[in-house]
């Protein structure tokens, strides 16, 4: 089991940054890969940004490449989600996910959720 906790939302101004954090616990957290999905009201969860166990690989959704960075730290077993030039359309409730086997796009590969935290872009 892998418990994952989200944090670093909140309300900000477009064009504003945030950095969400996502901190893990139980299971060996260097060997999962980590995703960030994000889910808008009515809206369907989407993948925003994934990186590989190590760290070497990083990978993006068109809407957030150029303005987020994830990266992480195995020896703090969190993964973080730096958002630049946040647009309205960004507000969401933002997820961290664990995949042990796979660098998931899609909700289905992910094995574990975190609660998720609230990111709200006003315009």
């Known amino acids: 089991q892998v418990q994952l906790v989200e944090s670093g939302g909140g309300l900000v101004q477009a064009g504003g940054s945030l950095r969400l954090s996502c901190a893990a616990s139980g299971r060996a957290f260097s060997l999962y890969n980590m995703v960030w999905f994000r889910q808008a009201p009515g809206k369907e969860r989407e993948f925003v940004a994934g990186?590989?166990?190590?760290?070497?690989?990083?990978y993006y959704a068109i809407s957030v490449e150029g303005r987020s960075t994830i990266s992480r730290d195995n020896a703090k077993n969190t993964v973080y989600l730096q958002m630049n030039s946040l647009k309205p359309e960004d507000t969401a409730v933002y997820y961290c996910a664990a995949a042990r086997l796979k660098t998931p796009r899609i909700e289905d590969e992910c094995d574990y959720w975190g609660q998720g935290t609230q990111v709200t872009v006003s315009s």
């Open positions: 990186i590989t166990w190590s760290g070497g690989n990083t």
